[in-house]
C-alpha cells in the first residue's frame, strides 16, 4: 500500500469535488490520505457533514496548506492532523479568504489594462465552488480563451510574483501559522522546499517551530530527496511527501496514485478522528 499527503479539491483549486477525490483515492487503492486545500479546511468540513470523513475504506488526514508572508519567495505551509472547527485556526483562515477576493478583483483589473479581455464573471464561473479564489483559476481562464499556451506562460508572463498582474495578498507571518496549526492540534511541515529556491531560506524556516519537511514531492529529483532527506534528519523532522494533486490533465499527476510515498511516512501523520 502507498500513501499521499497533499492534495487540492474543487474547495481551493483542484478540479474534483471532495468526495469524487476521496473516491478516486480509495480506486487508486491508497492507504492513507491529507486533503491539503490552498488556506481553507470547508472541503473537508464538507466531507464530515456528508459522514464521509472519517472513512472505513481510506485513513484521511484532515490537512491544510497555508501561504506565509514574503516578499521575494513562495513559502507554503502544511498542516496535519489539525481540527477543522478550531475557532481561531477557522477566524484566521477566513480573513485570508477575505482577502483573497479583494485581489482577486485587482489582478483581473490588472489584466484587463495589460490587454487581456477577461471577465470576473468568467473566472468566477471556473472557480465553482472554491473558498479560496486563486491565481490558478485566472490562469486557466487566460489559457482556454487562447491567450497563453499553457498554465506555466501565464505564471511565468504575467503571475508569477514581479510579473506585472501580480497582486500580493494579506498573508499570515509563517510563525503565525505554526502556532495556529499547533494551537489546532496538527503538524506544521514546510511545503515543496525546492520550490523556494533558496536552501538557506528553508533552513531558517526550519528554526521556526516546524515539525516536518515535505521531502518527497514530484518536483524534486533524487538529489533534492537525499538533501532534503538529510536536513529532516539534521533539524529532527518528520518526513512527508505528496503529489500536489489538482485533478488537471494538464498538471502532473494527472491521475492519483501516480506518485506516491510509503507508508512508514504517512502513518506517523494519522490520528483516529475520535473525538469530532
Ligand atoms: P495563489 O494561491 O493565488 O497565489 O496561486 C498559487 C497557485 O497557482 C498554486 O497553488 C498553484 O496551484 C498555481 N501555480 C503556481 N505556479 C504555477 C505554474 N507555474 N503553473 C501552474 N500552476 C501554478
Ligand atoms: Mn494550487
Ligand atoms: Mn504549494
Ligand atoms: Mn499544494
Not at 21 to 30: E, F, P, T
Amino acid at each position: 500500500m502507498s500513501s499521499d499527503l497533499h492534495m487540492h479539491t474543487s474547495f481551493s483549486d483542484g478540479k474534483l469535488a471532495p468526495e469524487e477525490l476521496v473516491a478516486a483515492a480509495v480506486a487508486a487503492k491508497l492507504n492513507y490520505i491529507a486533503i491539503t486545500d490552498h488556506d481553507t479546511v470547508d472541503g473537508i468540513c464538507h466531507l464530515y457533514e456528508a459522514g464521509l470523513y472519517p472513512a472505513k475504506a481510506i485513513h484521511i488526514i484532515p490537512g491544510i496548506e497555508i501561504s506565509a508572508h514574503h516578499n521575494t519567495h513562495d513559502v507554503h505551509i502544511l498542516g496535519y492532523n489539525i481540527d477543522i472547527y478550531n475557532r481561531k485556526l477557522t477566524d484566521q483562515l477566513n480573513d485570508v479568504v477575505e482577502a483573497r477576493w479583494t485581489r482577486f478583483s485587482e489582478m483581473v483589473e490588472k489584466l484587463r489594462q495589460l490587454g487581456y479581455a477577461i471577465t470576473e464573471a468568467e473566472v468566477l464561473k471556473l472557480a465553482g465552488t472554491s473558498k479560496a479564489i486563486s491565481r490558478s483559476h485566472i490562469a486557466r481562464v487566460l489559457v482556454q480563451k487562447g491567450f497563453f499556451a499553457s498554465l506555466n506562460d501565464v505564471f511565468m508572463q504575467v503571475l508569477d510574483k514581479g510579473k506585472p498582474a501580480y497582486v500580493p495578498h494579506y498573508r499570515l507571518e509563517t510563525e503565525e501559522i505554526v502556532k495556529l496549526i499547533k494551537d489546532a492540534g496538527g503538524i506544521p511541515v514546510l511545503a515543496h522546499p525546492r520550490l523556494i529556491h533558496d536552501d538557506e531560506l528553508v533552513e531558517s524556516l526550519l528554526d521556526k517551530g516546524i515539525e516536518g519537511l515535505e521531502v518527497f514531492y514530484p518536483q524534486h529529483d533524487e538529489e533534492d530527496v537525499e538533501r532534503y532527506r538529510r536536513m529532516a534528519e539534521e533539524h529532527h523532522l518528520l518526513i512527508s511527501g505528496g503529489s500536489d494533486f489538482h485533478g488537471f490533465v494538464t498538471r502532473y499527476p494527472q491521475q492519483l496514485g501516480m506518485f506516491t510515498i510509503e507508508d512508514v511516512y504517512a502513518e506517523k501523520f494519522f490520528k483516529p478522528a475520535s473525538i469530532l
